[in-house]
């Protein structure tokens, strides 16, 4: 009998036809190995079904029926939706319960569904009209003869659909190839379970005889998926201290002067990580670590810190930021405290250069900018140390250009980005990590409130109460301009509306649309309170520095993530007035306000983040383009710190017992082809 090896082509697989073999190559799937890496995305236990139902209960349901009516129906003037009608208990279709399914916008389905069919559905039912109706169910069609078949009375895969290709088809080729594979070809090239055959995991992970058998056959791929990034993770940070880098931080005298300069004192937090980096640039390798910390907490200080202690060596500190905005919030800052002390500034953004040491001999000890940093007209003397705030907004290659101009620079990378403390390991495994866990004294309290349609008048009424206290506002929108397809507001239009009913103050627009020059203008305005009233775009999320603004009101709060929220809500509280954060919401979303209520009930950006992790998974809360994640297979498992922290393990003891990978130079094939995008 032939034995289907892991790299063999489908179109040479016998029982797959040349025009199954043409979809899956659409899709990406070439080979054996490729289609048993698609593991099933659900299972439909079809030992037992679900009674259909008599009211929406919330939940998905899979149920079994025979369809006894079809039509095709016009809504809307053009547009069309395919109906069919399902009646419980399989053929016996005089039992009362029903449910109509209906696709919208899919004329096709009236050649794929037809009266006789005798259908399994899987989908959320919900009332229409006193009925009971399903959109857009999975669906597949009963065969007329089953026998002892994959499809019926078992627990069920369901697979990401591959077009062209039905989903019984799909399954009949993955069990048809699972009696053939060459098994001693899909051993693993590292044994995480010796008692585990990897064959044995890939057959019950495809077609399990119980859920639990399912649960640890998939949790055997997901630790092989998380093996694999942890490896790489760990690796990368060997290779870092291989290198020899440049011994800094010997004197502290500017360091000294700014702490005696300072009104107040810097929290415990922030001395313990100026400690742990005034260790790493004295250590005889290249510092690579992450300052994590709430908005709020104190990084500027703390980078700022550090530049001094690699300045006051003799070599000079760049720091590049995201956005202009928050390049040049930095830029004012570092002047205000290190002006009187006699350092070299210099800011260079896209649109702007300014430099504070003209009158001063020498070139420019901090050079703070954004990814104009990169090109040409910046000349570095000698970059000893490299800060990058809010890392994650840029690319890999924009990051290793900038550490090139230097040679063996030591690395800061700063995130005010709440990620729970467990996926640190993934996310920025390779760096030290120093946390910010306080907020510095003097900061008023910020009071968050959710609140579903209010109306406008009374938000009127409340900001006008702030305004005549002389403080300031933010009024956040999710949209620049109005949109068709998106039922939320917008800031343009919003503005004019605002301009009217607080015709005393001064109303301010902001968003990304503008040029840098009129952000800029506005900006200004609002920093010096020029403007009472800013109206913008979550183009203030970041950086932005105004104490004297204590209320924020965000439209369409539901729109936002968590991790997000906390991030607008961080430009307020930031002087001593008592502050104010009002979502407003709709609440026609599900689970909208309850997931709003989260931001009420506490201010701690780890506890929000594992909850926005809850609700939305880590692949919306991270993005799939962050750090290397795009290779992972199965990232919804990353809110599973117990077995992040088993690969973890398994990585460092690989690596303890063989730096080098020579008894496993497949392992090390795996590191070099899936080179993790990390830091």
């Known amino acids: 009998m032939t034995k289907y090896r892991r790299e063999e082509q489908l179109t040479t697989v ?84 029903k449910i109509t399914c209906r696709w919208f916008n899919m004329p096709w389905m009236k050649n794929a569904l037809a009266e006789g069919h005798e259908v399994i559905l899987f989908g959320r039912p919900k009332e229409y009209q006193g009925g009971m109706v399903m959109d857009h169910p999975d669906f597949e069609i009963v065969g007329e003869s089953e026998g002892a078949s994959i499809h019926l009375e078992r627990i069920v895969p369901v697979y990401k659909g591959v077009s062209g290709i039905p989903q019984r088809r799909l399954r009949e080729h993955i069990f048809n190839l699972l009696e053939k594979i060459d098994h001693s070809d899909f051993q693993a090239c590292y044994d995480l379970d010796p008692s585990y055959p990897r064959h044995e995991a890939l057959r019950e992970a495809h077609f399990p005889e119980s859920t639990e058998q399912a649960d640890a056959a998939k949790r055997y791929f997901v630790l092989e998926d998380f093996f694999a990034l942890q490896l790489s993770v760990v690796w990368k940070r060997a290779q870092v201290r291989e290198h020899e880098g440049r011994v800094l931080g010997k004197k502290t005298r500017l360091l000294t002067e700014l702490y005696h300069s300072l009104p107040f004192d810097l929290t415990n937090a922030q001395k313990r990580s100026i400690k742990e980096v005034l260790a790493d640039m004295r250590s005889p390798f290249p510092m690579s670590r992450l300052l994590q910390g709430d908005v709020g907490s104190g990084k500027t200080f703390v980078a700022m810190c550090s530049m001094l202690l690699a300045i006051d060596s003799g070599v000079q500190a760049a720091l590049m930021a995201p956005t202009q905005i928050l390049a040049e919030q930095h830029y004012l800052t570092f002047r205000k405290w290190l002006e009187p002390l006699g350092v070299r500034i210099s800011l260079r953004t896209g649109s702007r250069q300014e430099n504070v040491h003209m009158e001063m001999a020498g070139d420019a000890q901090i050079i703070i900018g954004t990814h104009a940093l990169l090109y040409e007209g910046v000349e570095f003397q ?140 506005v900006m200004s305005a609002f920093r010096e309170g020029e403007l009472q009233v800013l109206v913008a775009t979550t183009v203030i999320e970041v950086g932005v520095d105004v104490p004297n603004a204590n209320t924020m009101i965000i439209y369409n709060a539901e729109r936002f993530g968590l991790a997000q929220l906390h991030q607008l809500r961080g430009r307020i509280g930031r002087g001593e007035h008592k502050s104010y954060c009002v979502l407003v919401t709709d609440g026609k979303s599900d689970g909208s306000v309850e997931k709003l209520q989260v931001m009420a009930d506490t201010s701690d950006g780890f506890k929000i983040a594992e909850a926005d992790l809850r609700i939305r998974g880590p692949g919306d809360v991270l993005g799939t383009a962050q750090s290397g994640l795009t290779n992972l297979k199965f990232i919804d498992y990353l809110a599973d710190t117990e077995l992040i922290r088993e690969a973890r393990r398994l990585a460092e003891k690989v690596l303890a017992d063989d730096p080098l990978l020579e008894k496993n130079p497949e392992l090390l094939r795996i590191i070099k082809d899936g080179e993790v995008e990390t830091g």
């Open 382 to 521: 000698d970059l000893g140390l490299i800060v990058i705030d809010e890392q994650h907004k840029f690319g890999v290659g924009q990051r290793s250009s900038l550490i090139r101009q230097g040679v063996m620079p030591d690395v800061l990378v700063m995130t005010a980005t709440p990620i729970p403390r467990t996926l640190t390991l993934t996310i920025y495994g390779e760096l030290d990590v120093s946390i910010l866990d306080e907020r510095p004294a003097g900061r008023g309290e910020v009071i968050t409130a959710v609140r579903k349609k209010p109306k406008v008048t009374d938000i009127t009424k409340f900001i006008k109460e702030q305004l005549a206290n002389e403080r300031q506002a933010y009024l956040v929108y999710p949209l620049v301009d109005e949109s068709e397809a998106l039922k939320a507001e917008a800031a343009t239009v919003e503005y004019e509306k605002w301009v009217k009913r607080f015709s005393k103050y001064k109303v301010g627009l902001l968003h990304g649309k503008m040029k840098p020059e009129e952000k800029d203008s």
């Open 14 to 97: 016998d029982f797959i036809s040349a025009k199954d073999a043409l979809a899956y190559g659409t899709a990406n799937v070439l080979t054996v190995e490729d289609l048993l890496d698609r593991l099933p995305k659900r299972y439909e236990d079809r030992r037992v079904f679900d009674a259909f139902p008599a009211q929406a209960g919330g939940v998905s349901l899979c149920l079994r029926g025979m369809v006894v009516d079809t039509q095709v129906k016009r809504f809307g003037g053009r547009k069309q939706f395919y109906q069919a009608v399902v009646f419980e208990g399989g053929s016996n279709a005089l039992n009362s319960n």
